[in-house]
C-alpha cells in the first residue's frame, strides 16, 4: 500500500464546477504540499499545509491531521485548471526533508 | 525573482553512456533536492543536497550521483545509463529550514535509446 493515497485518480469536469480532490497518507508528517503539473513536466507548488486551511484565489486547501487527511478544492472550475495535481507530505521521522508522493489525479475541465 | 532553473531541456542518451543534468537553485536557497519521475511511476525522491553536502539518497543504485557546488548549484549524474533511466528529472530548492515548502523547475527529459 502506497504511504499517500490519492483519489480519484481521473476526474472530468464541466467548467464551473466544483472539484475536490483527495489525499490520505499513512506516516506521520510535518507538512503535506499540494502541486500542480501541466504537460510538458513543470511542477507548481501550491500549498503547503501542516494544519488547517489555505486559500489562494480559488483554490483551497485544508487538512487534518489527526485523520491523516488533506482536500484539495476547486471553485468554478475553468479549462486552464486542466492539470495532475499532486499530494506529496514530508515525513516527520528522520532527518530528511524528502517529499513522498501520491501517484496524482488528472483533472480535465472541459468548457 | 529567478525561479529554479535546469538544463538542459531535453537529453536523448544511449544505453551505456553517462548523462549529466543541471539544476540552479532559487537565490538564497542552500538545499537543492532531486526527483526522479518515469512513465507511470509517479514521482521519486532521488537525492537531497544542503550546504555542499548531501543529505539523503533515495532507494537508487550508486551510478545514480551528485554534488552541491559552493554556489548552490547541483549536478545530477548517472552513469552507465538503463533504458529504464527514462524520466523526467525535477530539481527542487528550499530554504535549509524542513518546514519551508520546496519549489520546482521545469525538468530534464532524459531519454535513453
Known amino acids: 500500500k502506497n504511504e499517500v493515497e490519492q483519489s480519484p485518480q481521473n476526474l472530468t469536469a464541466q467548467e464551473g464546477e466544483f472539484i475536490t480532490i483527495n489525499c490520505s497518507y499513512s506516516?506521520?508528517?510535518?507538512?503535506l504540499h499540494w502541486l500542480q503539473q501541466h504537460p510538458g513536466g513543470g511542477i507548481v507548488s501550491l500549498f503547503m499545509l501542516s494544519s488547517g486551511k489555505k486559500k489562494h484565489g480559488r483554490l483551497i486547501a485544508t487538512i487534518n491531521i489527526q485523520e491523516k487527511h488533506s482536500s484539495l478544492h476547486i471553485t468554478a472550475s475553468h479549462p486552464r485548471d486542466s492539470a495532475v495535481y499532486i499530494c506529496a507530505v514530508r515525513p516527520l521521522r528522520g532527518a530528511t526533508n524528502k517529499l513522498i508522493f501520491g501517484t496524482g489525479t488528472l483533472l480535465a475541465v472541459q468548457p | 525573482e529567478a525561479g529554479v532553473t535546469q538544463s538542459p531541456t531535453h537529453l536523448i542518451k544511449t544505453r551505456g553512456q553517462q548523462a549529466t543534468l543541471r539544476c540552479s537553485p532559487i537565490?538564497?536557497?542552500?538545499?537543492v533536492y532531486w526527483y526522479q519521475q518515469a512513465l507511470g511511476l509517479g514521482l521519486q525522491f532521488l537525492l537531497w543536497y544542503d550546504e555542499g553536502e548531501e543529505r539523503n539518497r533515495g532507494n537508487f543504485p550508486p551510478r545514480f550521483s551528485g554534488r552541491q557546488f559552493p554556489n548552490y548549484s547541483s549536478e545530477l549524474n548517472v552513469n552507465a545509463l538503463e533504458l529504464e533511466d527514462s524520466a523526467l528529472y525535477l530539481c527542487?530548492?528550499?530554504?535549509?529550514?524542513?518546514?519551508?515548502?520546496?519549489?520546482f523547475g521545469d525538468g530534464t527529459r532524459l531519454s535513453i535509446l
Open positions: 506516516v506521520g508528517i510535518s507538512a
Open positions: 527542487a530548492s528550499s530554504l535549509s529550514d524542513r518546514y519551508q515548502p520546496q519549489h
Open positions: 537565490s538564497g536557497h542552500t538545499s
